[in-house]
């Protein structure tokens, strides 16, 4: 049984780092041929594609947050994070952590986390 959870501070004040950790449980974020990914929601822009990180440790930005993105994996903890930087209002979204197989590098997913609302307001 695959399951992933976000977890991290649900308010970031602007201009800091948001930090989430997806933990996977049920499986390990180094099996081959899966792409562990970062995706979020929002009312303005709908659902946003933000990066992933391929079973190997390889990682992909979308260009548009690619400058403050970052996403890295602990295999000791068998979690995947992500930090965005220099974040604003309009990074008000909720952040979620899926899975994707070799053909679902930008969806569909097998397996989503539940979601997790994060606020950027002062």
């Known amino acids: 049984q695959v399951q992933l959870q976000e977890s991290g501070p649900g308010l970031v004040k602007p201009s800091q780092t948001l930090s989430l950790t997806c933990t996977v449980s049920g499986t390990s974020i180094t099996t081959d041929n899966y792409w562990w990914i970062w995706i979020r929601q929002s009312p303005e822009k709908g659902l946003e594609w933000m990066g992933a990180?391929?079973?190997?440790?390889?990682?992909v930005y979308t260009p548009s947050l690619e400058s403050r993105t970052s996403i890295s994996g602990d295999t000791s903890k068998n979690h995947f994070t992500l930090q965005l930087t220099s974040v604003t209002p309009e990074d008000t979204a909720v952040y979620y952590c899926?899975?994707?197989?070799?053909?679902?590098?930008?969806?569909?997913?097998?397996?989503w986390g539940q979601g997790t609302q994060v606020t950027v307001a002062s």
């Open positions: 990180m391929s079973s190997g440790g390889r990682v």
């Open positions: 899926a899975r994707g197989g070799p053909r679902s590098y930008y969806g569909p997913y097998d397996y």
